[in-house]
């Protein structure tokens, strides 16, 4: 008989609000997701999201270079393997990881990113900045990719989209505000089938 699949160990890593990480911890308390939180981290030491995760009683931290300027990603490597890490997720998180981390983490980082990707990602496409320039362009789309982290900007493959069509006069503002509720569902849509094993994910096969 084939073992059930092992309850994933979950970290997040967060800059901001963290709106997305809270969907996701929502969805594990109420079952409908089958993940373990463990521990949030963030480079910025009044990020909603740091509440977020206390609120939950999971580990919440605050690490930059201001508080760990000679061994920052010692440290935040240190708590990922303190907690038994087994997927990172990065809800909107404005730095890089170090280079140790995503190597011993290859192909177990995902990130949310609120356009579809290739299009409108890359360095200094975060925020409104990309619902600007999606609207900008006069695109009829947009949406929300889910897709593994490397060491660039939203390069890695990517593992999941949605789309949504713009409306006529639609603004930055207004797109911004229904591509996160999309993000919302499709990073908790795509953390279920990682759960369930039906979307395999080459990095957590020992
Ligand atoms: C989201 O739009 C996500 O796609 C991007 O950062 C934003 C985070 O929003 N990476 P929130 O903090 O989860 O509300």
Redesign the pocket.
């Known amino acids: 008989m084939s073992q059930p699949p092992k309850q994933l160990k979950l970290a997040f890593f967060?800059s901001?609000?963290?709106?997305?990480?809270q969907a996701i911890l929502d969805a594990c308390a109420s079952s409908e997701l089958d993940m373990s939180p463990q521990v949030v981290i963030s480079n910025n030491s009044k990020a909603y999201?740091l509440t977020r995760g206390q609120l939950a009683g999971i580990g919440s931290h605050h690490f930059s270079s201001k508080t760990h300027p000679h061994n920052l990603d010692q440290t935040i490597l240190n708590t990922l393997l303190e907690h038994s890490v087994d997927l990172i997720v990065l809800?909107?998180y404005m730095k890089k990881l170090g280079d140790e981390i995503l190597e011993r983490f290859r192909g177990r980082v995902l990130?949310?990113?609120?356009a579809l990707l290739p299009e409108f990602g890359g360095h200094g496409m975060?925020g409104l900045k990309v619902h600007q320039a999606v609207v900008a362009a006069g695109a009829t789309h947009s949406g929300?990719t889910v897709h593994l982290v490397d060491s660039e900007y939203d390069t890695g493959p990517i593992l999941s989209q949605a789309r949504i069509p713009l409306s006529s006069g639609e603004t930055p503002e207004s797109l911004a505000a229904k591509v996160?509720a999309l993000?919302h569902r499709l990073l908790v849509e795509t953390l279920q089938k990682i759960a369930s094993g039906e979307l395999e994910l080459e990095g957590l096969k020992t």
């Not at 901001?16 to 990480?21: A, I």
């Not at 990130?111 to 609120?114: L, Y």
């Open positions: 967060a901001g609000n963290g709106s997305n990480l999201a809800v909107g990130n949310i990113h609120p975060y929300a996160l993000e």
